[in-house]
């Protein structure tokens, strides 16, 4: 496959993955767990408490609400939402 998006570390294509889920293709669940484990990464490393990564996503939220919502803000709020399943699921190390 390749995207028009930016590459991930391993060369594959963020556009990849979308078409791959939109598509209903049958990888849609390797890829959603590969991103689920990258977004586990990520939150690793920024070595922010839990409560912090809380506070800061709370605040990410409020800015949106008060600035045009869904209608403006929606990709982002959808990925506020991918980040915070993904903090909810790590084990507590990761944290």
């Known amino acids: 496959m390749t995207g ?3 590459a991930n570390g391993d060369g594959a294509r963020v556009d ?3 078409v791959v ?3 209903g293709d049958a990888r849609a669940d390797i890829v959603v767990d590969d991103a689920r484990g990258v977004m586990a990464e990520t939150l690793a490393a920024l070595e922010m408490p839990r409560r ?13 609400g008060a600035h045009g919502g869904a209608r403006v803000y929606g990709e982002l709020l959808e ?13 507590e190390r990761e944290r």
């Open 52 to 64: 912090g990564l809380g506070r800061w996503f709370a605040h990410d939220r409020r800015f949106c």
């Open 4 to 6: 028009d998006g930016p």
């Open 16 to 18: 990849d993955a979308r």
């Open 21 to 23: 889920i939109e598509n």
């Open 79 to 91: 990925l506020l939402d991918r980040y915070e399943t993904a903090l909810a699921e790590a084990p």
